[in-house]
């Protein structure tokens, strides 16, 4: 598994890197643009002063541990993270980009888990589409592959239109005083305590309500967890529970099940 700091410390050296290597780049207007997200980087470059093999060559000689794959436009077109970026003449275009090997799973609509994380995946796609800076077809035909989505694991489109119709409220609702003493107030009970509750059924909601007026904040974790699978597998020698019974009269063994 390793450290839980090692994701720190690989930030911290990247940035030290950066700071020697990098910086000289973009003082010298060799690279008008950089920005990485964990380990993605996207970089404008002055094709006048530098060329991308060079960056890449630069780059791969920092540090022999560290290898630097460039992965050039195509058709005045880039991915980076989850959007493709088209350059025009006088501007840029996003749209939502998704891997070839997206399989467009999301936890099942029938599923055993409380509605909050069921939920949670289609409002970051709608809210993404919602606030994305991108083309009035490229939102149409996001909320398209939203729809199909949602089929596919089992939600029917009116409850992916009603999450719609609320994100679709927050966004368009104008601040106001009001609100941002809610936020106030929300900040305020990021300290409170925290009680987390196994989902096993929606019956679980009523023990929940009673700690409704405690301030206690209440969290659901899902029954069926990887820990739980890899624990029953490894104790659990005939996980098919069948047995054969051999009977003590007239000496024939007999195939049978627990419970």
């Known amino acids: 598994m390793g450290s839980p700091i090692s994701g720190k410390l690989a930030e911290i050296y990247l940035q ?3 700071e020697l290597h990098i910086t ?15 380990d993605d980087i996207i970089i404008i470059f002055n094709h006048s002063k530098t060329i991308e093999t060079a960056i890449t060559s630069i780059m791969n000689d920092i540090n022999e541990q560290l290898e630097f794959k460039a992965t050039m436009e195509v058709n005045k077109s880039i991915n980076y993270l989850d959007l493709t970026i088209s350059r025009n003449i006088n501007n840029m275009e996003l749209s939502v980009y998704r ?3 997206n399989a467009n799973i999301t936890i099942q609509y029938t599923s055993n888990h409380p509605w909050d994380h069921k939920r949670a995946a289609f409002t970051h796609y709608i809210n993404r589409t919602l606030t994305l800076p991108i ?7 996001e909320w398209q592959n939203i729809c199909n989505r949602a089929q596919q694991n089992g939600f029917p489109i009116k409850v992916i239109q009603n999450i719609k119709k609320k994100e679709t409220a927050k966004q368009n609702k104008r601040p106001t005083r009001k609100n941002e003493e809610k936020t106030e107030q929300r900040e305020q009970t990021n300290n409170k305590k925290w009680v987390t509750f196994t989902y096993h059924s929606p019956l679980i909601r009523k023990v929940t309500n009673l700690f409704k007026s405690t301030g206690i904040g209440i969290s659901f ?4 967890t990887i820990y739980q699978q890899l624990v029953q597998k490894i104790g659990n020698k005939n996980p098919s529970e069948i047995y054969e019974i051999k009977c003590n009269t ?9 419970g």
Do not use: D, F, L
Not at 24 to 38: A, D, F, L, N, P
Not at 135 to 141: D, L, P, V
Not at 221 to 224: F, G, L
């Open 135 to 141: 083309t009035e077809q490229a939102r149409m035909q």
């Open 24 to 38: 000289h780049w973009i003082e010298s207007k060799e690279i008008i643009y950089y920005k990485r997200y964990v």
């Open 99 to 101: 891997k070839p090997t």
């Open 16 to 18: 030290h890197t950066e």
């Open 221 to 224: 974790r899902a029954s069926n």
């Open 250 to 258: 007239c000496g024939m063994n007999y195939v049978g099940q627990s």
